[in-house]
């Protein structure tokens, strides 16, 4: 019993245990859910769907967690996703013989450079000029879209470049390429976080600023480089997006992906309210996500319907991840069997 409580307050186990619970209906209700099938010498089946849609929320909860560890929030990162989108494909552009503009590495350098300005951008505003951080990013979730729609005209950009499909279409060992760029970014956002001293810094910035900055840490300087990796996070995320379907469409590229994001880290257990953060959760609450989404279209939930489905899971977990709640209801059972 000692175990389970203590096993109870890890934060991951509750974002799992919801996740579990989700593939268990699915193997109730939807019908060949697990089954892959190997085509053309690739895995297919509702499973890899779920991790090659997943990627972009994936890298965007990466770079998301950090920030929320500040105690902030970047509710630009949709709209940074449709600037590197934006960006990649003019300047790749290509005719129909699939011949780029400019290389692709170089399209692509250019426009996560981009993405990482915009989060220097953010960054800017919240350490040194010292705005709020909803107001700060809310400038570039406006103002990312409109030039989104500048870099492409305010039309859909195709690409025929193949080469560049290998970002979001590409698979090694029958599991999607994507998959392996998040698990890179993690990999390294992981070990410079929790092998290094930086990650402390940020918790002890999210938890009181005054007392960090007191104690010699840099706080400014820890939420400008915060602010700019996210923005790396959604620049490659914008690639991500549009190497799978090979196109840009600067009005509906990332669209509400910040909310995604935000959903995926609160999930994993990091609290708005900032402090300690928990990587490989946000990594499972973007699962939850896409595997929530699946699962409804799997079912067969009408589209109009679905949304209120799908808040009701969320609801349910934050639920779970609730200590006072979980509390309160092992009291019920308890009163009730002691009453009988």
């Not at 350098?109 to 700060?136: D, E, F």
Request: glycine share 10%; hydrophobic share 55%.
């Amino acid at each position: 019993m000692t175990s389970w409580r203590s096993l109870s307050r890890t934060k991951i186990v509750w974002p799992l245990i919801a996740l579990g619970a989700l593939l268990l209906l699915n193997l109730f209700f939807t019908p060949h859910f697990f089954r892959l099938e190997i085509k053309q010498g690739h895995l297919y089946g509702n499973l890899i769907d779920i991790l090659k849609n997943v990627a972009p929320i994936m890298l965007l909860s990466i770079g998301m967690t950090l920030v929320i560890a500040t105690h902030g929030i970047d509710i630009s990162v949709g709209s940074v996703v449709a600037v590197s989108a934006g960006a990649v494909a003019i300047l790749i552009g290509g005719d129909l013989a699939g011949h780029p503009k400019y290389p692709i590495a170089v399209a692509m350098i250019a426009a996560l450079l981009v993405c990482t300005a915009a989060g220097m951008w953010n960054g800017m505003l919240v350490s040194r000029v010292r705005m709020q951080p909803i107001i700060a990013t809310l400038i570039l979730f406006v103002a990312g879209r409109g030039i989104a729609m500048v870099f492409t005209n305010a039309m859909v950009i195709w690409l025929y470049a193949k080469p560049f499909a290998i970002l979001g279409q590409g698979y090694v060992l029958g599991i999607p390429f994507s998959i392996y760029i998040v698990a890179f970014v993690l990999l390294l956002t992981f070990i410079f976080t929790r092998r290094t001293a930086v990650g402390m810094f940020i918790e002890a910035v999210g938890i009181n600023p005054t007392a960090a900055r007191f104690s010699g840490i840099n706080a400014k300087n820890i939420l400008f480089w915060v602010y700019t990796f996210s923005g790396l996070c959604a620049g490659i995320s914008g690639l991500i997006v549009c190497s799978t379907v090979m196109s840009a469409d600067g009005n509906n590229a990332g669209n509400l992906y910040e909310l995604d994001a935000i959903l995926a880290v609160v999930l994993g257990g990091t609290s708005l309210n900032g402090g300690k953060f928990y990587l490989f959760g946000s990594i499972v609450g973007a699962l939850i996500i896409q595997t929530l989404t699946t699962s409804i279209y799997a079912i067969g939930i009408p589209a109009d319907v679905s949304p209120v489905v799908k808040a009701f899971v969320v609801w349910a977990v934050c639920l779970m991840q609730s200590e006072r709640f979980r509390t309160r209801i092992v009291r019920v059972f308890v009163r009730k069997g002691l009453s009988a």
